[in-house]
C-alpha cells in the first residue's frame, strides 16, 4: 500500500514538472504589441548613413518623388523608426536585418532598396501572398524586422491615416476613410471630384501626419522552435505515457 502511494506521488509530481517544463518551453518566445509613439525626428543612420525624411521638395529627402510625398516611402521610413525606437537602435546595419512587408506598392523598396542599402530577394521582400496594390487596407500595412533571430512585427496605426472631412467639398462620401478614397482612385472607379478631395484635402493631411508623431503598433512575432526542443517535447510525452500504461 506504501508503495502505491509512493509511486502515485512520484506520478503526480513527474506530471507537474512536465507540464511546467512544456508551458515555458511554449509561451519563453511570445510578446505582447506595444504601442510606439515615433517623434517627429526625420533622420535615421543606416550602414553610416544619414537618411533625411522631410525636406523641401527637390531637396532630397526620401518622401519626395519629383515634387510629391510618396505617402508609401515615409510609412516605411517610420516603420522603421518604430522598430528602432522599440529595441532603442539608433543606427541599423541592413547586413544583420531582414525586411518584409505586406504594403504591395514600389514606395517601400524604392526607400529600402533603391534610396538605402537593403537588397531586393535578399533581405528584402514582399509577403506571399499578398493583398494586390489597389486593395490594399490598414491589415495589409505591416513590416516584419528579422534580427538577431527575433522577428519584430511592425502594423501602422489607423492614426497615421487620420482626416478631418470637409462635407462642404465636391467628392466628399460619407463614411468614406483614407483606404476607401485610395482604393477608388487606384481602381478607376472615383469620380474626378473625388480624386481631387482625396489629392487635395486628405493627401496633405496625411503627409502632415507621416511628417510628425506617429503611432505603430510593435510586437515579438514567436520564433519556430528549433526542432530539438520539440524532440524534448515528445520524448517527455512519450515517457509520460509509458508511465501512465505501467501504471495501469
Same mark, same amino acid.
Given at each position: 500500500?506504501? $508503495?502505491?502511494?509512493?509511486? !502515485?506521488?512520484?506520478?503526480? &509530481?513527474? %506530471?507537474?514538472? *512536465?507540464?511546467?517544463? /512544456?508551458? +515555458?518551453?511554449?509561451?519563453?518566445?511570445?510578446?505582447?504589441?506595444?504601442?510606439?509613439?515615433?517623434?517627429?525626428?526625420?533622420?535615421?543612420?543606416?550602414?553610416?548613413?544619414?537618411?533625411?525624411?522631410?525636406?523641401?521638395?527637390?531637396?532630397?529627402?526620401?518622401?519626395?518623388?519629383?515634387? $510629391?510625398?510618396?505617402?508609401? !516611402?515615409?510609412?516605411?521610413? &517610420?516603420? %522603421?523608426?518604430? *522598430?528602432?525606437?522599440? /529595441?532603442? +537602435?539608433?543606427?541599423?546595419?541592413?547586413?544583420?536585418?531582414?525586411?518584409?512587408?505586406?504594403?504591395?506598392?514600389?514606395?517601400?523598396?524604392?526607400?529600402?532598396?533603391?534610396?538605402?542599402?537593403?537588397?531586393?530577394?535578399?533581405?528584402?521582400?514582399?509577403?506571399?501572398?499578398?493583398?494586390?496594390?489597389?486593395?490594399?487596407?490598414?491589415?495589409?500595412?505591416?513590416?516584419?524586422?528579422?534580427?538577431?533571430?527575433?522577428?519584430?512585427?511592425?502594423?501602422?496605426?489607423?492614426?497615421?491615416?487620420?482626416?478631418?472631412?470637409?462635407?462642404?467639398?465636391?467628392?466628399?462620401?460619407?463614411?468614406?476613410?483614407?483606404?476607401?478614397?485610395?482604393?477608388?482612385?487606384?481602381?478607376?472607379?472615383?469620380?474626378?471630384?473625388?480624386?481631387?478631395?482625396?489629392?487635395?484635402?486628405?493627401?496633405?493631411?496625411?503627409?502632415?501626419?507621416?511628417?510628425?508623431?506617429?503611432?505603430?503598433?510593435?510586437?515579438?512575432?514567436?520564433?519556430?522552435?528549433?526542432?530539438?526542443?520539440?524532440?524534448?517535447?515528445?520524448?517527455?510525452?512519450?515517457?509520460?505515457?509509458?508511465?501512465?500504461?505501467?501504471?495501469?
Amino acid at each position: 500500500m506504501l $508503495k502505491d502511494e509512493s509511486e !502515485a506521488i512520484g506520478m503526480k &509530481r513527474f %506530471l507537474m514538472l *512536465f507540464q511546467v517544463a /512544456l508551458f +515555458l518551453i511554449l509561451t519563453v518566445s511570445l510578446a505582447g504589441a506595444v504601442t510606439i509613439t515615433v517623434a517627429p525626428e526625420s533622420t535615421v543612420v543606416v550602414d553610416g548613413n544619414h537618411y533625411t525624411l522631410v525636406t523641401p521638395p527637390g531637396g532630397g529627402g526620401l518622401m519626395w518623388e519629383g515634387n $510629391k510625398a510618396c505617402l508609401c !516611402a515615409m510609412t516605411a521610413f &517610420r516603420a %522603421l523608426q518604430a *522598430f528602432g525606437t522599440f /529595441l532603442s +537602435l539608433s543606427e541599423f546595419d541592413s547586413h544583420q536585418i531582414s525586411i518584409t512587408t505586406g504594403w504591395n506598392t514600389h514606395g517601400p523598396e524604392e526607400l529600402f532598396v533603391d534610396k538605402m542599402t537593403w537588397v531586393a530577394g535578399v533581405n528584402f521582400a514582399y509577403a506571399d501572398p499578398i493583398t494586390a496594390s489597389p486593395q490594399l487596407t490598414l491589415q495589409d500595412a505591416w513590416y516584419n524586422f528579422t534580427y538577431q533571430g527575433n522577428i519584430y512585427r511592425v502594423d501602422s496605426h489607423y492614426n497615421n491615416y487620420r482626416f478631418s472631412p470637409v462635407s462642404s467639398a465636391p467628392g466628399y462620401v460619407a463614411g468614406w476613410d483614407f483606404f476607401a478614397y485610395r482604393t477608388a482612385v487606384q481602381t478607376g472607379t472615383a469620380t474626378p471630384a473625388q480624386r481631387n478631395y482625396f489629392r487635395d484635402i486628405i493627401r496633405p493631411q496625411i503627409v502632415a501626419n507621416l511628417e510628425g508623431q506617429t503611432w505603430f503598433d510593435v510586437a515579438v512575432t514567436p520564433v519556430p522552435l528549433p526542432g530539438t526542443v520539440w524532440l524534448l517535447v515528445a520524448g517527455l510525452a512519450k515517457v509520460v505515457g509509458l508511465r501512465l500504461r505501467t501504471k495501469a
